[in-house]
């Protein structure tokens, strides 16, 4: 810019100088005195600069001609960047009505399963009582093979009745319906009802539960005691489920100055390095778990993470495939 501003100095200042040249030139013409020498040598002067000037104008006419170039792809530039930015708004119009579609069609989504669980529900659970009646012996007495045919029957309605309730659940935790009641409470109290529950699972495929850091002056946590017992459930179900008999878990509570921490340790299938990323999702089942273990719903894991991280806590999981998984989890300490 530095070099534009000179040359137009220079062509401004040489303007009257050149006229004057040329002028006196016109005058010596005019008055016949072209034989003088001063005369010839202002005309030779007159003639250098305008040649001068010329070349001057030249350069000149050339920066102009750029600069104009210049500013006419400029306005181009803004022509086509006004134009994307109409598109982009267009764009996001569109984004806004596809995600507001998407809101709806999830929403009716959710009304089918909400509905579709609730009348579920209702036949899962005359079934259940009517079998609990003829299995107690109300409707006379049963023979062995009876009684075994019946249990299957219960054990699989009983299945059922899980799955529609964490399908309910999941529902709820996904369109933040669930309701929570928060209160102080000391952990070992939930901790020792769910574990003697465990423990007869557990004794069934002879895996032994071992608890550690067991401490009556660990600090209260304010939780909703129902909620964190489905938590603890599902973590020590999953770890009974996906540990071979004769396996082990051990069970560790800590607490530092912010949380506290639970760690549910097994030394089961693990879960494969590739499939970790997904098994906080909505029906993910990794193949070794399946292969293994046919029921499960892969909804456990999806309520026991948006239930801690209402609590304002957290939960992750270290494993490798048949090496174990350790899950861990905190909730904030009451102060
Ligand atoms: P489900 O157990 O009903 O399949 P979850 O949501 O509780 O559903 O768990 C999701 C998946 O995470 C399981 O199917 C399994 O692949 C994996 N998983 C969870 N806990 C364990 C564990 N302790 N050991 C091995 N795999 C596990």
Known sequence: MEKYKKLEIIFYLSFPFTALWLFSLLALAFMGHTDNLFWQYALIFSATFAVIFGLQFLVLYKEIMSRLTEA????????????????????????????????????VKSNFISVAAHQLRTPLTSIKWTINMILNGDLGPLTTEQRGFLMKGYESNERMIILVNDMLTSDRAESDKLQYQFAPIQIFDLMDNVLYEMTIQANKKNITIELEGRDANLPRVTIDTEKIRAVLQNLFENAIKYTPAGGKILVKVSADKTSLKVTIQDTGIGIPE??????????????????????????????????????????????????????????????
């Open 72 to 107: 006419n792809a400029l306005q181009k530039a803004l022509q086509s960047q006004e134009y994307a930015a109409k598109m982009l708004v267009r764009r996001d119009l569109e984004l806004s009505r596809a995600n507001e579609k998407l809101r709806e069609l999830d929403a």
């Open 274 to 335: 590739e499939q970790q990323k997904n098994v906080f999702n909505r029906f993910f089942r990794a193949p070794n778990a399946v292969k293994t273990q046919t029921d499960g719903s892969g909804l456990g894991l999806f309520i026991t993470k948006s239930i801690i991280e209402k609590h304002g806590g957290k939960i992750w999981f270290e494993s490798a495939q048949n090496k174990g998984a350790t899950f861990y989890f905190t909730v904030p300490i009451t102060h």
